[in-house]
């Protein structure tokens, strides 16, 4: 790793809280170099000295290095064994439900759960945790208006019962809105939710280390329920999944043993 990355990496761990150094290298190295160079900036030493004193500078890093890649129902089969065999399974236990959705992105991962949930309990039984990094995207996930392009695996059904159109966007109706509490959270430094029946973690696990994976997962692990359901992205399938206190229950969902 060049001295110029590593101190750069050094920077912003001691400037945002984030260390860089737990994120696959190349990947992120990669990313970083391309978005630095598009801002005239020849090396990560002379991005730093002006990024620590922009603000608008340092969200777009922050936009950049959290992937926020998003839609609704996405990878559309998973959630059908969500809806279908998950969620009537956490029914039979209780009947009000704690979900963690973390690192959610611009909201949709979020909305989509509440709307699955809808169609089964009333949704103030339903508290829905949402996480990410990504102040920008938080604040995107609480406005709730989409594109189109979120929206492509959104049945018209779906459409016309939870988003009201508005011009070329769709917003989300109040109600879906109401069971969803956004909150910063970075997972690799502060403190996990507890007593979880449902934690949400797709598609950003892939990013991390091996090291800062195996953490990430015990702390799942720490924050569900027994009997509970960890649903991991469609690269995630954990290898060891007992490791960390799980079983498997279904493809890339695992359910915490007693």
């Given at each position: 790793?060049?001295?110029?990355?590593?101190?750069?990496?050094?920077?912003?761990?001691?400037?945002?809280?984030?260390?860089?150094?737990?994120?696959?290298?190349?990947?992120?190295?990669?990313?970083?170099?391309?978005?630095?160079?598009?801002?005239?900036?020849?090396?990560?030493?002379?991005?730093?000295?002006?990024?620590?004193?922009?603000?608008?500078?340092?969200?777009?890093?922050?936009?950049?290095?959290?992937?926020?890649?998003?839609?609704?129902?996405?990878?559309?089969?998973?959630?059908?064994?969500?809806?279908?065999?998950?969620?009537?399974?956490?029914?039979?236990?209780?009947?009000?439900?704690?979900?963690?959705?973390a690192a959610c992105s611009t909201g949709e991962e979020p909305y989509t759960l509440a709307m699955i949930l809808s169609k089964y309990i009333p949704l103030r039984q339903v508290e829905?945790?949402?996480?990410?990094?990504?102040?920008?995207?938080?604040?995107?996930?609480?406005?709730?208006?989409?594109?189109?392009?979120?929206?492509?695996?959104?049945?018209?059904?779906?459409?016309?019962?939870?988003?009201?159109k508005d011009g070329p966007l769709y917003e989300v109706k109040q109600e879906i809105k109401n069971c969803v509490t956004f909150k910063k959270h970075n997972l690799l430094a502060d403190?996990?939710?507890?007593?979880?029946?449902?934690?949400?973690?797709?598609?950003?696990?892939?990013?991390?280390?091996?090291?800062?994976?195996?953490?990430?997962?015990?702390?799942?692990?720490?924050?569900?329920?027994?009997?509970?359901?960890?649903?991991?992205?469609?690269?995630?399938?954990?290898?060891?999944?007992?490791?960390?206190?799980?079983?498997?229950?279904?493809?890339?969902?695992?359910?915490?043993?007693?």
């Amino acid at each position: 790793m060049s001295s110029d990355y590593q101190e750069f990496i050094q920077q912003i761990h001691n400037k945002t809280g984030i260390d860089l150094s737990l994120y696959k290298e190349a990947q992120m190295k990669r990313r970083l170099t391309s978005l630095r160079e598009k801002r005239g900036y020849k090396n990560f030493h002379s991005y730093f000295q002006t990024l620590n004193g922009d603000p608008a500078l340092l969200d777009e890093f922050l936009d950049r290095m959290t992937i926020n890649v998003s839609e609704f129902y996405r990878n559309r089969k998973r959630f059908e064994v969500l809806e279908n065999k998950v969620i009537p399974y956490l029914l039979q236990k209780k009947k009000s439900l704690k979900i963690w959705s973390a690192a959610c992105s611009t909201g949709e991962e979020p909305y989509t759960l509440a709307m699955i949930l809808s169609k089964y309990i009333p949704l103030r039984q339903v508290e829905i945790i949402a996480t990410d990094l990504d102040q920008n995207a938080l604040e995107r996930a609480e406005a709730g208006r989409y594109h189109e392009r979120s929206l492509k695996e959104v049945s018209n059904e779906v459409k016309s019962e939870y988003f009201i159109k508005d011009g070329p966007l769709y917003e989300v109706k109040q109600e879906i809105k109401n069971c969803v509490t956004f909150k910063k959270h970075n997972l690799l430094a502060d403190r996990y939710e507890k007593s979880c029946d449902l934690i949400v973690c797709r598609n950003v696990l892939i990013y991390f280390t091996e090291e800062a994976k195996e953490s990430i997962y015990r702390k799942f692990s720490s924050s569900l329920e027994d009997g509970a359901i960890f649903f991991v992205g469609s690269t995630e399938q954990i290898f060891s999944p007992q490791k960390y206190g799980f079983d498997v229950y279904d493809t890339f969902f695992y359910i915490k043993q007693h």
